[in-house]
Nanobody
């Protein structure tokens, strides 16, 4: 069983920055892809960013590309999402998830998700 604990969310003004962290335990972290999903009220959960086991393959949702950076530290079993230039439309609950394999970054390859951390961007 894998445990994922996300932290770092909060309330920030438009243009601000936050760094989300997700600590993973229970399964060999370095073998699997990791991802950050987000879900705003009334919307489907969407894949915001994903990273392969080695960090060599990275995906970003087009609307966050250039503003968000996903990074993993295999020594600390932690994945991060650095978010800059935040916009009100980034407001959502952010969830980290572990992949079922190392290089497949398709949304269906991920799960289960951790409990999530709330990001609210005020205008």
């Amino acid at each position: 069983q894998v445990d994922l604990v996300a932290s770092g969310g909060g309330l920030v003004q438009t243009g601000g920055s936050l760094r989300l962290s997700c600590a993973v335990s229970g399964r060999t972290f370095s073998n699997y892809a990791m991802a950050w999903f987000r879900q705003a009220p009334g919307n489907d959960r969407e894949l915001a960013a994903a990273i392969s086991w080695s960090g060599a393959i990275i995906y970003y949702l087009p609307s966050v590309k250039g503003r968000f950076t996903i990074v993993r530290d295999n020594a600390k079993n932690t994945v991060y999402l650095q978010m800059h230039d935040l916009k009100p439309e980034d407001t959502a609950t952010y969830y980290c998830a572990q992949g079922k394999s190392g290089n497949n970054l398709a949304p269906g390859n991920f799960g289960p998700w951790g409990p999530g951390t709330q990001v609210t961007v005020s205008s």
